[in-house]
């Protein structure tokens, strides 16, 4: 069986309907990124990063955001950096285990007429992303295998309905498919966990960062190292294992 984490950077709202505008200082892009990988290896990743955290003397139990400030856990900026650079080496050895979809939120809510609001944008994220990893599973010819989709619960009465819109885009895309694969191995049900005690979840909050920084930031110091893990085709992650929609 393959699990598949996803989990996202940024926000897909701050758009100004009125002006047909993005909100002034928010984010050019919306990232949402997935990590692949065999359930069987699972407990490998979550092994690893527990190493990382009980080295920088963090709780091996508790969550380790991207966003997190060195300050906040009372580290220097170099250690932080270092601690990043080896979560980000933990997917090294899982070769086309990594998808971003790189989402130009002005483009799409001012040239997408289906795109009415942020659900609309995450679940064309989502649906991109599935695509990909489908695509992978076919090329390995495990058509059989079953897939299970693993996301960040919101965890509040409030965004419980961010996570039931999710539910619903991921059923929708599931039944759909795309004009070039159908997604029969997908189980029924999109499961919630906390990320919290979800490594997986953790690890694609990473992705989703490293992915982030290098397209809105120009800054690829992370991405470099996520690289060889990004699916490709061809040799090439453009398209297959990255897709800037734009």
Partial sequence: ??????????????????????????????VLSGFMIDANKILCVEETLKAIKIKYGLNPYHEIKWNTKYKEIDMEYSQIMNMKK?????????????????????????NKEFIKDHNDL??????????????????SKNTKVPVMLFADSRGNDKNNRLDKNLQISYLRA?????????FPNFCDSLIFVDSDYSAGVQIA??????????????DD??????????????????????KLYK
């Fill in 86 to 110: 080896e979560v980000m080496e933990i997917v090294k050895d899982y070769k086309n285990s990594i998808v971003g979809i790189i989402m130009d939120k002005e483009y799409c809510y001012k």
């Fill in 1 to 30: 069986m393959y699990t598949i984490f996803i989990d996202e950077s940024r926000s897909t709202w701050r758009f100004w309907w009125r002006k047909n505008e993005l909100v002034k200082n928010t984010s050019k892009y919306f």
């Fill in 122 to 139: 995450y679940s064309l994220a989502l649906h991109l992303l599935m695509e990909r990893f489908c695509m992978q599973i076919t090329k």
């Fill in 205 to 218: 909050d990473f992705c989703a960062g490293a992915i982030f920084r290098k397209y809105e930031n120009k």
């Fill in 221 to 242: 110091t992370f991405f470099e190292i996520l690289k060889p893990s990004i699916r490709k085709h061809k040799n090439s992650i453009e398209g297959a294992g990255i």
């Fill in 174 to 182: 599931k039944n759909m498919g795309t004009h070039f694969v159908k």
